[in-house]
């Protein structure tokens, strides 16, 4: 049962355009969502994340947007520059139990073209 | 600060070996967590630990262990590999519950042949 799906294992944009990643979610529970980055050979970096009772949070280039009501969050990049090529991770964190264990989906690709 | 340092960075084993893989962090966390991540699969928790002395099992612990003896260090044993724990290994740590952000190390290719 996955609690965390990200349904696009890829997504080109052009260097400028806005990125949009999308993530849904089965688990009411969670507390927050985050989004990590992941360069080849390099262990997953934290980028942004957004509480269960926001429905927006935004870091510069990077916006998260939350819908509960659709379970569904998605993560914006504008302008999207080459450098934002790159894996990108949505998960899911629920503090029921004492560890504060994240929930991963399998991540999509991202490519930004020159 | 090195973060969150993982030794070593790749190792081939064959059927029936064992091996262990070192995590060290340097930012005092009190939470530390092993993930392995398998081709177009996302991150999944093996093993995890809230504090020195104490561990306790993930999404995935089978054929693994892990030991806290420090606080800054947690190791990840496999005593028999198997080709299916082919993977790559990583190692996070957290300050906890209110700290939610986890900091990743590297990662250790692992092939089993």
């Known amino acids: 049962d996955q609690q965390v799906k990200q349904n696009s294992p890829s997504l080109s944009v052009q260097e400028g355009r806005i990125s949009i990643l999308n993530c849904d979610y089965t688990?009411?529970?969670?507390?927050?969502f985050l989004w990590y980055k992941k360069y080849p050979a390099e262990g997953p970096t934290f980028l942004i994340s957004i509480s269960s009772i926001k429905d927006k949070n935004e870091d510069g280039r990077f916006t998260v947007f939350l819908n509960k009501s659709a379970k569904h969050l998605s993560l914006h990049i504008v302008p999207s520059q080459p450098g934002d090529s790159a894996v990108y991770f949505c998960a899911g964190l629920h503090y029921g139990g004492s560890q504060g264990n994240l929930i991963f989906g399998k991540g999509t690709k991202l490519s930004v073209k020159p | 600060n090195a973060g969150v340092t993982q030794t070593p960075k790749f190792r081939v084993l064959k059927t029936g070996q064992s091996m262990t893989l070192l995590c060290a962090q340097d930012m005092n966390h009190e939470y530390m967590y092993w993930y392995r991540q398998d081709p177009g699969m996302g991150l999944r928790l093996i093993h995890y630990s809230v504090g020195e002395g104490t561990t306790a099992k993930g999404e995935v612990p089978d054929g693994y262990n892990v030991s806290r003896l420090k606080k800054q260090n947690f190791l990840l044993g496999l005593e028999s590999a198997a080709p299916s724990q082919t993977s790559v290994y990583f190692c996070?740590?957290?300050?906890?519950?209110?700290?939610?952000?986890?900091?990743f190390g590297p990662g250790t290719r692992l092939t089993v042949t």
């Open positions: 996070a740590s957290s300050s906890g519950p209110s700290g939610y952000e986890q900091y």
């Open positions: 688990n009411s529970m969670f507390d927050y």
